[in-house]
């Protein structure tokens, strides 16, 4: 195999790892914010907040993953 088909397997790993980590996290996240939701609705403010700022840091990482996968492809 050549250069150009490692290039295109590693953009492939990458890209299904740097997906489907966040993913999962992302569902965890608003599973826990649904709960504890749930159980403490006067909280319902200060949980969304967290949850929020969560769901963006767990966002970038899939983010992180486009960018090297997008390196990889052009460089």
């Known amino acids: 195999m050549d ?4 290039k ?6 990458v890209i299904g790892i740097g997906t ?4 999962l ?8 914010a649904a709960d504890g939701i749930a159980r403490n ?7 969304q907040t967290a949850m929020i700022l969560s ?3 767990a966002e970038a990482i899939a983010i992180y ?3 090297v ?3 990889l492809k052009f460089v």
């Open 3 to 6: 250069i150009e088909t490692w």
């Open 55 to 57: 769901l963006a840091f």
């Open 25 to 32: 996290s992302i569902g965890k996240i608003g599973s826990a």
């Open 65 to 67: 993953a486009l960018v």
């Open 8 to 13: 295109m397997i590693a953009i492939a790993i």
């Open 20 to 23: 489907i980590a966040p993913a």
């Open 69 to 71: 996968a997008l390196i």
């Open 41 to 47: 609705p006067e909280a319902s403010s200060k949980i």
